[in-house]
């Protein structure tokens, strides 16, 4: 049940980015464009993307593909915020993270739209960065007391911790 709406201030601004953040088995894509918003399917060709793999520092190397075209007065302040927001996905455990788009405002990034999912098995590591975070069940489903219990010592424990009654009018 959707409990929780944002209502944002209107940001007036001239242009758009777009950034992507997707954790992977070996490591990290981001992808960034300088045509985000509402129309970044229709300029799909303009994404670009580079992998870091697990264990890589995230470096002004590594990144210069992504910003190579930006006019030279934002792309040092653009770079410092890809590796600020790629430090943060790390550290926060990330598993997605995307800003569609985020626009500069006195020339400083500012996300106007942005999604992000984080790793729940990260949970027990945390609990203290995340702050009393809910992550909710698929829509309809309710946890029984017996689920509540094992699910909330999976979230102590970095050991995984899994229980679902599948059929309550079934015994073992």
Known sequence: MLTTFIVEQFIPHNEEFYL???SERLGN???FS???GIDIEENWDKV???FIP????LTLENIAPLVATLPLEIKGEIEEFLKVIFAL????DFTFLEMNPFTLVNGKPYPLDMRGELDDTAAFK???KWGNIEFPLPFGRVMSPTETFIHGLDEKTSASLKFTVLNPEGRI
């Open 126 to 128: 945390n609990f203290k």
């Open 34 to 36: 300088e045509c985000g």
């Open 48 to 50: 670009k993307t580079v």
């Open 89 to 92: 996905f790390e550290d926060l």
């Open 29 to 31: 894509s981001i992808s």
């Open 20 to 22: 992507n953040i997707v």
């Open 54 to 57: 697990t264990g890589v520092s």
